[in-house]
Every structure is written in C-alpha cells, then in structure tokens.
C-alpha cells in the first residue's frame, strides 16, 4: 500500500497530539512551518516535516519520502542528526512499517544517528 507524504504527516500529528506534545510546528497546512535546518559549509539546508516539544526536550521528525532521490534524503537525515546531536535533541526518520529494516539500515550505513518510528502496518 502507498502513502502521501502528506497522511503520514497526519498520522503523526496525530499521534504526538495524543500524547501532550508542545509547540508543534509542521510543513502541512493549518500549521506554522518549522525552522529550516542549513549547513554552514554549504548554506544548503532543509526542513524538518514536524517539530514538537515533549517533557523539555525538542525533537523533529522527517518523513522517508519515496518521490525524493536516497542522497538527498541521506543528507538531509545526516545534517537533521548532526543537529540533535550537537543541541541534544531527538531526531526521527519516520516510514512506514515495511520500511522499517530498510531505514535502519540507510542509518547504519551512513553513520547517522537517528531514531525510527513507524505507521501503519
């Protein structure tokens, strides 16, 4: 089954508005933007899908996009971990179910730390 970027986007707003997160920003509609995120070396950047905010601590969230090539995902994964590393923050790189081992091995590959969170089945 294929999913829009866009419902999983959804899904986990939903989830995380369940759960009393704060300060929720995300690149869909009804919702401020969250913050671009740039490499200082090269002034190229992205933004988070969600940013959130639960018990303190700040965390953000990118979708594994199936329309947008792997090397920009992989940069955008490695400059969104590099910046919850630096801030100690959390960053998740969220799929699908069935994506799951593929992302976590994406991950492990490229030495990016990073959590995974799956919707879906």
């Known amino acids: ?3 829009k970027k866009a ?3 959804k899904a986990v707003l939903d989830f995380i508005r369940g759960e009393n997160f ?5 690149n869909i509609k009804g919702y401020q933007p969250p913050q671009k995120l740039i490499w ?3 002034n190229t950047g992205y933004f ?15 979708i594994k996009d199936s329309e ?3 090397k920009n ?5 490695r400059l969104f971990s590099f910046y919850s590393n630096v801030k100690n923050r959390e960053c ?17 590959e490229n030495k990016i730390r990073a959590k995974v969170l799956t919707v879906g089945h």
Request: proline content about 2%; cysteine-free; aromatic content about 12%.
């Open 1 to 3: 089954m294929h999913y």
């Open 7 to 9: 419902e999983i986007i």
């Open 22 to 26: 704060s300060n929720i920003k995300a």
């Open 40 to 42: 200082k070396n090269s």
């Open 48 to 62: 988070p899908d969600i940013t959130a905010v639960k018990d303190g601590m700040f965390l953000l969230f990118t």
């Open 68 to 70: 947008e090539s792997l």
């Open 73 to 77: 995902q992989i940069d955008k994964w």
């Open 92 to 108: 998740y790189i969220v799929g699908m179910a069935n994506q799951e081992f593929t992302i976590k091995n994406l991950l492990f």
